[in-house]
């Protein structure tokens, strides 16, 4: 079955820590490919997106993400982390040749340390 | 910037009512969705439309209905509210470009409880 996902339920680093969130995806075709942050209370901001060409992107508020065909996996980066950083990450994914609707991830919930 | 404004941010029905959830955008988006979001469930796609008076059902269509009347607008019903409609919703749109491949834009959800 298709099917988006993020293994890691809930992740703790501390502040100024390097984190990689993890995105797994199980589509035939290359899909397109998106990180989204939810904030408590909020609906969800797009991060970064890949739709084909060099497999590092850069998104907004330092984060990167490195498509990996190989390993169908889409993870989602940032060097050094800061303590507004803590939210609820989604992977999704939109299916390349059949792309009518988006599939999310069930989410990372990302703590942040002092 | 995209603005996708949703009528509530906290709403309280009874069982049994019928329930209308306003969303609305201001950049012509062709493209609008309603998920329901539940935790450890993630976003689940209830209906979503790519034209005015068009509607596709999504994963979870049962119990809900939608109207888009007017571009900038997307309506859905709960016909019958039931306590596990208990949730929070979240409105979408893109735009349609280069085909639905194009990043949504998020509402700030409405978080829906039904006694």
């Known amino acids: 079955a298709q099917s988006v996902t993020q293994p890691d339920i809930h992740i703790t680093v501390s502040e100024g820590a390097s984190l990689e969130l993890r995105c797994n995806y199980s589509?035939?075709?290359?899909?397109?490919l998106f990180w989204y942050v939810q904030s408590p209370g909020q609906g969800l901001q797009l991060l970064l997106k890949?739709?084909?060409?060099?497999?590092l992107v850069q998104g907004i508020k330092g984060f990167e993400a490195e498509f990996k065909r190989s390993q169908s996996s889409f993870n989602l980066r940032k060097p050094s982390v800061h303590w507004s950083d803590a939210a609820e990450y989604f992977c999704a994914v939109l299916p390349g040749s059949t792309g009518n609707q988006f599939y999310f991830g069930t989410g990372t919930s990302l703590t942040v340390i002092p | 910037d995209v603005k996708v404004t949703q009528s509530s941010r906290y709403l309280v029905k009874r069982t049994g009512e019928k329930v209308f959830l306003e969303c609305v955008q201001d950049m012509d988006h062709e493209n609008m969705f309603w998920y329901r979001q539940d935790p450890g469930l993630g976003l689940r796609l209830i209906y979503f439309s790519y034209d005015v008076k068009m509607k596709e059902k999504g994963d979870i269509p049962e119990g809900y209905s939608v109207s888009r009347e007017k571009k900038e607008r997307f309506s859905l019903i709960l016909e019958s509210a039931s306590t596990n409609q208990t949730s929070m919703y979240l409105c979408?749109?893109?735009?349609?470009?280069?085909?639905?491949?194009?990043?949504?834009?998020f509402g700030d959800g409405t978080r829906l409880s039904i006694l």
């Open positions: 890949y739709f084909s060409g060099d497999t």
């Open positions: 589509y035939g075709a290359t899909p397109y």
């Open positions: 979408a749109s893109s735009f349609s470009g280069q085909g639905l491949n194009q990043p949504q834009h």
